[in-house]
RNA sequence: GCCAGUGUGGCGAAAUGGCAGACGCACAAGACUUAAAAUCUUGGGACCUUAAACAGUCGUGCGGGUUCGAGUCCCGCCACUGGCACCA
């Protein structure tokens, strides 16, 4: 099937930079490094052994095959035992002898058998001498293990690098290949035309071991891939590799724990020092050897002699952190001769020896440094309707090849025709394709019929936004600029006009703007596709200088999933659905919106209470108390009841009358605190989005407001200003009260400035401070607020309670904190 | 397994290294009411003492540490949530 891709990786490295520009949570930017998973090595390039006689050479194997691998580790090169490719990769036919080598352990062949057995399963593995990784003396020395060895194939550092390349096709066309074999899961090996003769557990050659266990591979769905994870399978190829290193002839093997996709598609195995590779080793009987210890031992402690199962203790386990390299030629162990050319890493720390072989391999080469990510080409096409269409022609040209074209700009945007049947066609073709007018519609051409996937347009819709009726550029300059520069003054207010009563011109609340989307609050679960594809693409516009920042979104924030009553995950089934129309017709739009920025803070998950609803229902209860009259209330009730279609709604709100305890009055400096308190938690915690404690805030000025026996007309004005942004329908209505009262000219609520606290009428004269005893909390004291460190100490020592404590004891020291605490310190 | 985050009353939660539990819910008692709802007032971490209160002891997942002082900082665990999962 022929699909679209767009080459999100070629926009790895500035999706990743770019993250430290922005202001996400750092488990979202995590989320989106791993997904990048970009990993720094080298690709080494290992040349296929071509041994002679004994039936073991190949018949396809061009003279100088190189197989080229992947690692993060090129400083664990010495200790590479042996390779490994994945099923699918490449040179695997060319490679796969007519005949196993000779001697080589029969676990290596796999296992023919029926059923669902897994090649040379676990259980299976005949005894190795050595399954306990523990034990002492089982050096896996490879003399043994591998079969022909000591046949040194000097490598070659006269072939180009490029030259021969054995690098896999890339990886994407091969999951489609790979689920287009349908049969056989779970069947390998299966009993067939592979098996020469009944009753072999193993199998009789290579290519029938390969084989079957690519097919095996193949069959095998996602899920089984994960579930078996643990369990290694693979077979020999029968051909072998030579380490450039050192010269050793090491086996490749095909397994399924290599990914095509990744890297190369091939490895160099190193099972000392990576889990996988020691799994796998385990249990296949592969060599393992160390050649990396952890730093603290000393070199001279290490010799071949010592080195597993020696003075240093057997390895137990994979060493995979960084540590210091140790064998090297210069080790004299397990050295081939190079003819000179040798790279010696022993005794350097890892990054040491990781730069100095990179820079070998090149000089050789060999090898060169390489950056892998796993982030994959983005599969774009979908065959469904609903999509947007790629305005895309296929032509012939005059030897009659397809080729396609793209749409001139002049006829875009291009609207999918009208279909009566969604359905694909009956030869499989996308629904697209039964649109034959539309299809044809081009003299010559045909029309792609593949159509967007869902994410295009969630790619891109926030600056269609900001620019939604032009129909000549999917965003005007002008407006790009404007909404998303980062530059531009995104907060101008049309119509408002400033009038005398007003302390400060809205323009005050004009601050720099945040460029691009000002705030994005959005769920984890678009974490790495959304938010991944949707700076991918806006990169790409940016760099066709389309759009005038380099990320869309500079500051995002997760709000946090609202659980059931039950504290679950709210689902259908679960039967903990809240549904919001109700909620809304129970309480109103005010309560809710109240409640969900009261619940908590907005990151955090938390469960919804309807009893919660209630509280801050009551709370604007208590706001409405506050402000209008209670007997006109319970008149304007009982007209309610009454009322005629006659009689207009207006009219009966009018009966409601404001509360007589408003006056225009001056307020009190206990009222302004109150009021001013108010306001600088308010305004600072709206910045910082933490909504609940501002909501407490302004209850804690309610509950006191309330309590007034004459409430000054300014104070509840500014207040109403707070609570607009949380409760705007309330807070509207109540000040077109205020304002048919007072009759003060000002326009809707919405439109006035932000209220600024005055820091100087917080100022307390007097304050109450703890004071402790060794430490613990005794008594509180009230003191002038700058109070100075003696009086601070001998009010401290006044204190009744206090005394209880010192008497008769000696201070040995006095610790003052102006304004916080004192404490004394006795003994 | 790896990465990230979170652990505080009966519940949702507050708390620049300085009085743990603001604010709200649930609960209890009282006021108003024929009654209920609504509203208002008061109480409210645990333990111990007390008629009640005061006072006292303990208390922020567990174990250590730094500090005059730790929910907050450091080290090591445990549990839960989210993400990734053979990525070389």
């Not at 209220?755 to 003191?783: H, Y």
Request: charge should be neutral.
């Amino acid at each position: 099937m022929r699909q679209w891709m767009l080459r999100i990786t070629a926009y790895a490295e500035k999706l990743l930079a770019d993250l430290d520009t922005i202001d996400w949570s750092d488990s979202l930017k995590e989320m989106q490094r791993n997904w990048i998973g970009r990993s720094e090595g080298a690709e080494v390039r290992f040349k296929v052994a071509r041994v002679q006689g004994s039936g073991t050479e190949t018949s396809n194997l061009e003279p100088e095959t190189f197989i080229t691998v992947f690692t993060t580790r090129p400083d664990t090169l010495f200790g590479a035992t042996y390779m490994v490719l994945s099923p699918e990769h490449k040179l695997v036919d060319q490679i796969v002898p007519n005949q196993w080598p000779e001697g080589i352990p029969d676990v290596w062949k796999g296992k023919t058998g029926s059923g669902n057995s897994i090649p040379a399963s676990g259980n299976s593995i005949p005894a190795s001498g050595n399954s306990t990784p523990a034990s002492g003396n089982s050096i896996p020395v490879s003399e043994n293990a591998v079969p022909v060895s000591g046949n040194s194939i000097p490598a070659s550092g006269n072939s180009t690098p490029g030259s021969g390349s054995s690098i896999p096709e890339s990886g994407k066309s091969f999951p489609a290949s790979g689920n287009s074999i349908p049969e056989r899961r779970n069947s390998f090996p299966e009993p067939g035309k592979s098996i020469p003769k009944a009753g072999t557990t193993h199998f009789e050659t290579p290519k029938a071991a390969v084989e079957a266990y690519r097919v095996f591979a193949a069959g095998k769905s996602d899920l089984e891939r994960t579930e078996l994870a643990k369990d290694k399978s693979g077979v020999f190829t029968g051909a072998y590799a030579i380490n450039p290193v050192n010269g050793e002839k090491i086996p490749i093997w095909i397994a399924d724990y290599v990914l095509a996709s990744y890297g190369t598609g091939a490895i160099m195995a190193v099972p000392a020092h990576d889990e996988r590779d020691w799994e796998f080793a385990k249990k296949f009987s592969l060599p393992i050897e160390q050649v990396v210890i952890p730093i603290g031992l000393k070199p001279l402690e290490i010799s071949p002699k010592n080195f597993i199962g020696g003075a240093i203790g057997p390895l137990e386990k994979p060493f995979c952190e960084e540590g210091i390299a140790i064998s090297s030629p210069e080790s004299g162990w397990r050295l081939k001769d190079l003819s000179g050319e040798r790279c010696d890493i022993k005794g350097l720390p890892t990054a040491e020896a990781k730069a100095k072989i990179s820079a070998w391999l090149e000089e050789k080469g060999l090898g060169k440094k390489t950056i892998n990510y796993k982030l994959r080409d983005w599969l774009f096409s979908r065959q469904r309707y609903w999509g947007e269409p790629f305005p895309i022609i296929w032509k012939k040209d005059a030897a009659g090849n397809l080729y396609h074209e793209a749409l001139p700009e002049s006829s875009l945007p291009l609207l999918p025709p009208t279909l009566e049947d969604y359905k694909p066609t009956a030869g499989g073709e996308p629904p697209l394709a039964r649109a034959k007018d539309w299809l044809h519609e081009i003299p010559g051409a045909t029309r792609e019929t593949n159509t967007m996937p869902q994410w295009a347009g969630s790619c891109w819709y926030y600056l269609r936004y900001t620019d939604a009726k032009n129909n000549s550029a999917f965003v005007g300059k002008d407006a790009q600029n404007y909404w998303m520069g980062a530059n531009g003054c995104k907060l101008k207010v049309e119509g408002c006009k400033l009038d005398s009563s007003m302390t400060q011109p809205v323009t005050s609340n004009l601050q720099p703007a945040t460029p691009g989307v000002d705030l994005y609050v959005g769920g984890t679960e678009h974490a790495v596709l959304h938010l991944l594809y949707a700076r991918f693409w806006h990169k790409v516009l940016f760099d066709l200088g389309y759009v005038s920042t380099p990320e869309p979104f500079y500051k995002l924030v997760n709000q946090g999933l609202i659980l059931g009553e039950d504290g679950q995950k709210m689902s259908k089934s679960r039967g903990n659905v809240v549904n919001p129309d109700d909620v809304l017709v129970e309480y109103g739009a005010d309560a809710f919106r109240l409640y969900e920025m009261f619940m908590g803070p907005l990151q955090d998950t938390k469960p919804w209470n309807t009893k919660g609803v209630e509280g801050v229902y009551r709370f604007l209860g208590r706001v409405w108390r506050l402000f209008v009259d209670e007997n006109s209330e319970t008149e304007f009730e009982q007209a309610e009841t009454l009322t005629t279609k006659a009689q207009s709604h207006q009219d009966l709100l009018n009966l409601i009358k404001l509360n007589a305890a408003i006056k225009d009055v001056a307020a009190t400096p206990a009222q302004l605190k109150t009021l001013h308190a108010c306001i600088k938690k308010v305004t600072e915690d709206l910045d910082g989005m933490r909504f609940n404690t501002a909501i407490s805030a302004m209850m804690v000025f309610v509950n006191d407001a309330i309590t007034w026996e004459t409430k000054p007309l300014a104070v509840l004005r500014e207040f109403l200003i707070l609570l607009q942004p949380f409760a705007p329908h309330i807070a509207e209505e109540l000040w077109h009260k205020l304002l048919s009262a007072f009759r003060f000219p000002l326009s809707a609520l919405a439109y006035q400035p932000w209220p600024k606290f005055d820091a100087a009428l917080l100022v307390e004269s007097e304050i109450e401070i703890p004071v402790q005893v060794n430490g613990k909390f005794r008594d509180t004291i009230k003191v002038a607020v700058d109070a100075d460190h003696a009086t601070l100490e001998a009010a401290a020592k006044a204190s009744e309670k206090v005394q209880t404590f010192i008497a008769g004891k000696t201070i040995k020291k006095v610790i003052i904190v102006p304004k916080r605490m004192v404490n004394l310190i006795v003994g």
